[in-house]
């Protein structure tokens, strides 16, 4: 039924599509790494956007239309006045999933660009956020939500947070909540671009890391605003979301908030099965009460952690809290008993650097480790 409205090239691209071999499964998106950004050269920013299209993106471009039109986009942003044709959302989604899960990314964000652009009938090839008519831009809310996560993944953080707050605007707080997740991901990644250029210029940051608790909160429900409707498919989700905003809090120094989220968290994952993540947020929940000065807590909670893990890097937090708390004797025969373990790594303890980004250890922490290694 589809194939009769279209027009010839996309009749035959749809020829073609439907009598391909299934797809590969897309691979799941996941959260760029929490340290700072590649230092190898990232895309140029400042260059306008490439608009040619290759033979593959113009014939997603013709599966789009499924009403045959051949009107362009305009300038002008009247719907009623410049009737868009009809825009397959669903079909447009998978084909963009599809691109984005093999990492073309590009083609991805073409393809959702060249749709908005129809649905809206506003020319939004060169406009970050694409420009949208409100009389359509509800039907546009998936479609922004998708680009958002492409620009995210691509670094482009400002551009991120751009398209994600055009849907949250378009779609209203119910249906964009993977947007405000997205627009705390997209801050946070701006944030740590932002401190590792200047690590003094935390102010700034600071707002952003802000901004990202304000929409993991709206995104769990935990305002006025969603709090009687939002519903989560399983525990592990809410659990994520959990888990990031006391990332967000942590790196605000809110310790006491922080923690609170971590062990919330590590309840929600456990009662999914996930006793992996359940672990990693108990070990950040005593990290985040060491650095509230509650060592007691801390301690207490890696000494069961370390007796159930084999895991040096507990053990090694724990020989800071001991030494932190003056048992000298105790962090001094835990860390000759955990470098014996294989792969220990107890060489890698005086990187500072290693230990907040890639163990992701809070500053005490690191701190107290450094000043046993220095009495050692």
Sequence with gaps: PLARDMSTAASA????VASRPARVKPRERRKPPRRAPSSLPGPDLSAPPKTHASRRQVLAFLALVTSGSSRKAVAGC??????????DIAATLEQARELYGTGRLDEAAF?????????????????????LDPASASSAVP?????GDIYTDQFRWDDAIATYTLAIDSGGALNARGAFFGRANASEGKALQMLRLDEKNTTSADALYTQAVM?????????DTLNSTVTYATSLE???????????????RRWADAKRDYETAAGLFLSGRDKKKSDIATAQAAFCAFEDG??????????????????SDVRAALVAA??????????ESLWLDLCQLQGAQCGKYSNEKWLLEYRQWTPGVVQGMQDFLGMR
Excluded: Q
């Design 238 to 252: 809410k659990a994520t979301i959990t888990f990031e905003r006391a990332r967000a809090l942590g790196a605000l």
């Design 143 to 147: 479609l922004l939500k998708l680009l």
């Design 322 to 331: 001991y030494y932190k708390a003056g048992d000298f004797t105790k962090a």
């Design 78 to 87: 009247d719907a009623t006045a410049n009737p868009p044709p009809a825009v």
């Design 294 to 311: 509650d060592l007691l807590r801390a301690i207490h909670t890696l000494e069961a952690l370390s007796l159930r893990l084999y895991s």
């Design 215 to 223: 929409d993991y909160t709206l995104c769990l429900g935990d305002t």
């Design 13 to 16: 691209w749809w020829v073609c």
């Design 111 to 131: 393809v959702l660009v060249t749709a908005i652009s129809f649905a809206s009938g506003c020319d939004s090839l060169n406009s970050v956020p694409p420009r």
